[in-house]
């Protein structure tokens, strides 16, 4: 990743490096085919039925199998029940409410704003990513079929259409998954974390044995770089797993993704080993290996130290990369703390179908009224020039551009732009007039129809960069080819789909990329201090003496604070494509927030674990003496971490003792119980408990004096 953000700025040429781009993202690797597969299969099968038994809205089942199938086997297994179930909510609530508003104009243009602005925030707050999406799509194109001037009984008949089509995009997306889950067994998690692992590993030892890394090698490490780790991310918020493991788990994703970054960026640097490199080198392979193995053999890794007494490295990032296998094992090792029974988390006090975040976080507020204000714009201008066949294309990109937002940025404003060329009037109108009319038969479709989708899912398998592309490209080539079952005589149809398609990214890139936009490096370190913000927060936790309360409190703030790691990752990425003045000064401070943000996931992990002591749950009562010197260790270290925010902002804050002194009076009044032996809890249960307390007071030494 650092590899590409360099040839950003060093390519003597735009067209040389674009060139260079397309080649490595679109550069097979493991498991790129098997992705593409049932992404073709999936949508294929959607097509075949929906033109055979003449399904109308074929294109919003083929859009959703898309979407749906880049989630794990797994996670899409689980939600399929939801899934379907939230075809019949959406399908009802059009029929119920719209059947009390049709006949009143004010109230009806009411119940369009309000289900836009419901239906970007089930977008935003919803956990399950297939339930969201299929209430979204119902909605978006439901509102159409009730703006039209016909009888109420082909609205309705209309609608029950829409539901019978996006069903069977679920059901088939759900049999496809299925199948390759038996066909291909494994953890969609920990299968590819491993093979990260393992390329690092072999680079490790090429070096180590002073050998130059072959080709193959250098170009894995570098693809897995440039994959980056936010479709790692993003099945850890769709799987269903508990709050404490997905906590865990997008620690160790966030370490391992800035092991692979820093490894890529040394394959482009030359320097000479001596023999205390090579076996440092050597030591630091061994060690990943030990980590990959007990990865995959559901093992947890004991804690790895190096020596620093070593003299200094003439390999760069060697010390760096060492920091980073070392943080590793305690993200693991804190899985301990798991086998005790801890109160219910807000996912089973409340639904699971909302983040529990969800009433709390203002940010989901804000992305359900910027949705809202796009698509009701799209809604006024359509209306208001009597083109009601640009409605539904309008509102669907809108919703399906929302979907995959990665802050503002002007890759993503030309991925829509230049996606809406090539695959509305390129391959859609192309198609119209140069293929189509050559095509007499369901076959001969299916045949161009799998090719399309082939395209468009290998750009969908890129990176986070690209991915975006081919997605558009389905969208509207699927908006212009799947709506009827016959020939088309006449363009008009497709120009109509084509505009609405044009009218909705254009209002998105309004809203979003203008009104509210920021440069991304702003919005980056903005979110960046907002996660110190919310950890400062958490620290200082429980407040209320209220248990459920408590609860309720720090379970929600650790899922904002997760959230804002991932968003802080998301733009990190987004940056990299960012041109401008500030480049430079971007790219640099983008260096610093990426080898801070490891630190701060395992201050957050760690702080996590020790948050049983402090609400003294069954096996984890400390000593009156040790509880109130772990309450001022929490103040101290919540003015620590708010004192670095502050300096982020640019405001005087001054360093603390007191941080330091907190934590020494926490030491004497550990080991003083271990010594006289405390009634209730044993000795290295307290010594576990300073083991932890140390290491977030090394890990907050170390970040304060970084930033």
Not at 292 to 318: E, G, K, W
Request: charged residues 20%; glycine residues 6%; neutral net charge.
């Amino acid at each position: 990743m650092a590899t590409i953000a360099q040839s950003l700025h060093e390519s003597p040429g735009a067209l040389p490096w674009f060139l260079d781009f397309l080649k490595e993202e679109l550069a097979p690797y493991p498991g790129r085919a098997g992705i593409v597969a049932r992404m073709v299969i999936a949508a294929a099968l959607v097509m075949i039925i929906c033109e055979t038994f003449r399904i109308p809205y074929a294109f919003e089942a083929a859009i959703y199998t898309l979407i749906i199938s880049r989630a794990s086997p797994r996670a899409t297994l689980q939600s399929a029940g939801t899934t379907f179930l939230f075809v019949g909510v959406g399908g009802a609530y059009v029929l119920i409410s719209a059947g009390f508003v049709i006949s009143i104009p004010i109230l009806h243009f009411l119940w369009v704003i309000a289900s836009f602005v419901l239906t970007f925030y089930a977008l935003s707050a919803m956990t399950n990513y297939g339930a969201a999406s299929t209430f979204a799509l119902v909605i978006a194109v439901g509102i159409p079929i009730w703006e039209r001037h016909v009888s109420a009984e082909t609205n309705v008949e209309d609608t029950l259409w829409l539901t019978l089509a996006v069903s069977v995009g679920a059901l088939v997306t759900a049999a496809i998954e299925l199948a390759f889950a038996r066909v291909n067994p494994g953890d969609d998690i920990v299968l590819p974390i491993a093979e990260r692992l393992s390329a690092v590993e072999s680079l490790l030892v090429c070096y180590a044995k002073r050998c130059p890394p072959d080709d193959p090698s250098k170009k894995k490490i570098i693809r897995f770089a440039m994959l980056g780790t936010s479709s790692l991310r993003g099945l850890l918020r769709r799987a269903d797993y508990s709050t404490h493991y997905r906590a865990q788990m997008s620690g160790v994703v966030a370490l391992v993704g800035r092991l692979v970054d820093i490894t890529a960026t040394l394959t482009g640097l030359s320097f000479e080993l001596t023999d205390t490199d090579a076996e440092q080198l050597r030591t630091l392979g061994m060690a990943v290996a030990i980590i990959r193995t007990d990865l995959m053999n559901r093992r947890i890794s004991s804690t790895i130290h190096f020596d620093p007494d070593h003299a200094p490295s003439h390999v760069p990032l060697l010390h760096e990369m060492q920091h980073t296998v070392s943080l590793i094992p305690q993200a693991f090792t804190y899985s301990e703390s798991t086998k005790v029974h801890l109160p219910p988390s807000p996912d089973a006090l409340q639904s699971k179908l909302l983040a529990p975040d969800a009433f709390v976080n203002p940010e989901h507020l804000k992305f359900a009224l910027r949705g809202c204000l796009a698509a009701s714009g799209c809604y006024i201008i359509y209306n208001s020039i009597a083109w009601p066949n640009i409605g539904a294309p309008a509102i669907a990109t809108c919703l399906l551009t929302a979907i995959s937002a990665v802050g503002a940025s002007r890759q993503r404003q030309i991925l829509r732009f230049a996606a809406f060329v090539v695959g509305g009037l390129l391959i859609g109108i192309g198609s119209e007039i140069f293929i189509l009319p050559h095509l007499d038969s369901i076959g001969g479709f299916a045949i161009f129809f799998i090719l399309v989708m082939a395209l468009v899912s290998w750009f969908m398998t890129s990176s986070p960069r690209l991915s975006y592309f081919g997605f558009q490209i389905a969208v509207v080539f699927c908006l212009i080819n799947l709506q009827e079952f016959a020939r088309q005589t006449s363009l008009a149809a497709a120009r109509d789909r084509i505009v609405g398609v044009g009218l909705g990214l254009c209002m998105m890139w309004l809203v979003f990329d203008r009104l509210w936009s920021a440069p991304i490096a702003v919005e980056m370190k903005k979110t960046f201090i907002s996660s110190l913000r919310l950890l400062a927060q958490l620290i200082r936790e429980p407040v209320s003496k209220d248990p459920k309360v408590a609860v309720g409190q720090t379970y929600s703030l650790r899922e904002m604070i997760n959230s804002s790691f991932d968003q802080v990752r998301a733009l990190a990425d987004g940056l990299l494509l960012e041109l401008g003045p500030t480049r430079l000064q971007d790219l640099a401070l983008r260096g610093r927030i990426v080898r801070w943000q490891p630190r701060l996931r395992m201050l957050f992990i760690t702080r996590v674990t020790l948050w049983r002591y402090r609400v003294r749950l069954p096996g984890f009562e400390l000593p009156a003496p040790v509880a109130r010197a772990q309450q001022e260790f929490d103040k101290g270290l919540a003015d620590v971490v708010d004192g670095m925010a502050d300096r982020l902002e640019g405001k005087a804050s001054e360093r603390k003792d007191d941080f330091e002194d907190a934590f020494g009076d926490l030491e004497k009044k550990v080991l003083s119980c271990c010594s006289t032996g405390p009634q209730g809890l044993l000795a290295p249960e307290l010594r576990t408990f300073l083991a932890l307390s140390r290491s977030i007071e090394n890990v907050t030494s170390s970040l304060d004096n970084d930033i």
